[in-house]
């Protein structure tokens, strides 16, 4: 599972927050209205279509003395992760563990401190190892009264049968490439060009695209990707990972402003024990966040690499470049001179060979092997290719 392309600082204002999913908003506004809210829940659905942020605008709701997401200090509390009530699980390395189980149970059994329920969200639900899921059984068997658990997971199958058939699971569509550049002209204003080559870089990964139009630099990232392979550039990989860090750390000091203000509301409302509890777990989530855009900036980067290789593997199968509309699928379009020379020159087999050490590195980066040794090896491997 790839933790990127998930919008985190939502704003907790309406359910427009998420697009293209109507059949499943309206769900859970139905849900909301008719005050029969699951114990638990299951969003499933491809990477990137607005799991993640429809759980946050779901558990703002539940929490929200409105009963619907509209920006008051509780919402904003969950969209900075902060609420008291809601108690947020994500893998730690790998892996969600028996602690982060039995953590979340002790959270649940307490008695909500302002809202009127327990909330918990828990993300890329399938990477609870076998322990964990067998704890977590339990508490799904005799789930707190009262309280919500959401899972969410790309799929129902990746989960125990048995955790699954607990939940009411709720599943997303996969947004094309059409409706994501509709929304980018949109809720952007970008020129119809530009939102053509960003859905169609992003692979039509509505929250990887959506992440790029309110970040260039991480576009950037893949953009780089895409530089490295058609240009041969010895440039270090490792020198990128480095500005992948300078970026972030300025994407979380422009984050500090807003959160601030919350935390200083935040100071005066409630007792410092819970106040020191709560930036405890803000600061942690910050944290998080800026260690998930750092993975992100590196698998965009590996991702822009892989799309220039995989249109080098289509166009020498193809022979010939076919500019008409549902020709080839070729996603560097703007690359037609360096695809050419490379995929009717030397043809695919190295770029056969590259494509499988960068998909091992993926995999390696997603199992938490360490970042650098990864990308060193990957260099190694590219340089072996090409010599
Ligand atoms: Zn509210």
Same mark, same amino acid.
């Given at each position: 599972?790839i933790p990127?392309e998930?919008?985190?600082?939502?704003?907790?204002?309406? !359910?427009?927050?998420?697009?293209?999913?109507?059949r499943a908003?309206?769900?859970?506004?139905g849900v *909301?209205?008719?005050? $029969?809210v699951?114990?638990?829940?299951?969003f499933?659905?491809?990477r990137?279509v607005?799991?993640?942020t429809?759980?946050?605008?779901?558990?703002?709701a *539940?929490?929200?003395?409105s009963?619907?997401p509209?920006?008051?200090?509780?919402c904003?509390?969950?969209?900075r992760g #902060?609420h008291?009530?809601l108690?947020?699980?994500e893998?730690e390395g790998a892996?969600i563990h028996?602690d982060?189980?039995?953590e979340?149970e =002790?959270? *649940?059994?307490?008695?909500?401190?302002?809202a009127?329920r327990?909330?918990?969200?828990i993300?890329?639900a399938?990477s #609870?190892n076998?322990?964990?899921?067998n704890?977590?059984?339990?508490?799904?068997?005799?789930?707190?009264?009262?309280s919500c658990i959401?899972?969410v997971?790309?799929?129902?199958?990746?989960?125990l049968?048995t /955790?699954a058939s607990?939940?009411h $699971?709720l =599943?997303?569509s996969p947004?094309?490439?059409?409706?994501?550049e509709?929304?980018?002209r949109r809720?952007f204003?970008m020129p119809p060009q530009?939102?053509? =080559?960003?859905?169609?870089l992003?692979?039509g /990964?509505?929250g990887?695209?959506l992440l790029w139009a309110?970040m260039?630099? +991480?576009a950037?990232? !893949?953009s780089?990707g895409?530089?490295? &392979?058609?240009?041969?550039?010895?440039s270090s %990989? %490792?020198a990128l +990972?480095?500005?992948?860090?300078g970026i972030?750390r300025d994407a979380?000091?422009?984050?500090t402003?807003?959160?601030?203000?919350?935390m200083e &509301?935040?100071?005066k409302?409630l007792?410092?024990?819970?106040?020191?509890?709560l930036?405890?777990?803000?600061?942690?989530a910050?944290?998080r966040e800026?260690?998930?855009?750092?993975?992100?900036?590196?698998?965009?980067?590996?991702?822009?690499?892989?799309?220039?290789?995989?249109?080098? #593997?289509? *166009?020498?199968v193809?022979?010939?470049w076919d500019e008409k509309?549902?020709? %080839?699928p070729l996603?560097? %379009?703007?690359?037609?001179e360096d +695809? $050419?020379?490379?995929a009717l020159?030397?043809?695919?087999?190295e770029?056969?060979?590259i494509?499988?050490?960068l998909?091992?590195?993926k995999?390696? +980066?997603?199992?938490?092997?360490d970042q650098?040794l990864?990308?060193? !090896?990957l260099m190694l491997e /590219?340089k072996?290719a090409?010599?």
């Amino acid at each position: 599972m790839i933790p990127g392309e998930r919008v985190s600082l939502v704003s907790p204002t309406g !359910w427009d927050a998420v697009f293209g999913q109507e059949r499943a908003i309206s769900f859970l506004r139905g849900v *909301l209205e008719r005050g $029969e809210v699951p114990h638990a829940m299951l969003f499933t659905g491809p990477r990137g279509v607005g799991k993640h942020t429809t759980a946050l605008l779901f558990s703002a709701a *539940l929490l929200c003395p409105s009963g619907a997401p509209d920006g008051c200090p509780s919402c904003f509390k969950v969209a900075r992760g #902060m609420h008291p009530d809601l108690h947020l699980v994500e893998p730690e390395g790998a892996q969600i563990h028996i602690d982060q189980v039995r953590e979340l149970e =002790r959270e *649940l059994s307490v008695k909500p401190l302002e809202a009127s329920r327990k909330v918990a969200v828990i993300d890329e639900a399938e990477s #609870m190892n076998e322990t964990a899921a067998n704890a977590f059984l339990k508490t799904l068997e005799e789930p707190p009264p009262g309280s919500c658990i959401i899972l969410v997971a790309a799929g129902a199958e990746g989960l125990l049968p048995t /955790i699954a058939s607990r939940c009411h $699971e709720l =599943r997303f569509s996969p947004l094309g490439k059409r409706e994501v550049e509709g929304y980018l002209r949109r809720e952007f204003a970008m020129p119809p060009q530009e939102a053509e =080559r960003l859905a169609r870089l992003s692979g039509g /990964i509505f929250g990887r695209a959506l992440l790029w139009a309110r970040m260039p630099e +991480l576009a950037g990232f !893949w953009s780089r990707g895409v530089e490295v &392979a058609a240009t041969e550039s010895k440039s270090s %990989l %490792l020198a990128l +990972l480095e500005r992948a860090g300078g970026i972030l750390r300025d994407a979380s000091g422009a984050e500090t402003p807003a959160g601030e203000e919350g935390m200083e &509301a935040y100071r005066k409302a409630l007792d410092k024990r819970v106040v020191e509890k709560l930036e405890k777990r803000w600061q942690e989530a910050r944290k998080r966040e800026s260690a998930r855009l750092r993975r992100q900036a590196l698998f965009d980067f590996l991702d822009g690499m892989a799309s220039f290789y995989r249109d080098i #593997m289509l *166009l020498s199968v193809a022979g010939a470049w076919d500019e008409k509309p549902g020709g %080839l699928p070729l996603v560097n %379009l703007e690359r037609r001179e360096d +695809l $050419e020379r490379e995929a009717l020159g030397k043809g695919s087999r190295e770029a056969a060979r590259i494509l499988r050490a960068l998909g091992r590195a993926k995999k390696a +980066l997603e199992a938490n092997v360490d970042q650098e040794l990864v990308m060193n !090896w990957l260099m190694l491997e /590219i340089k072996g290719a090409r010599s």
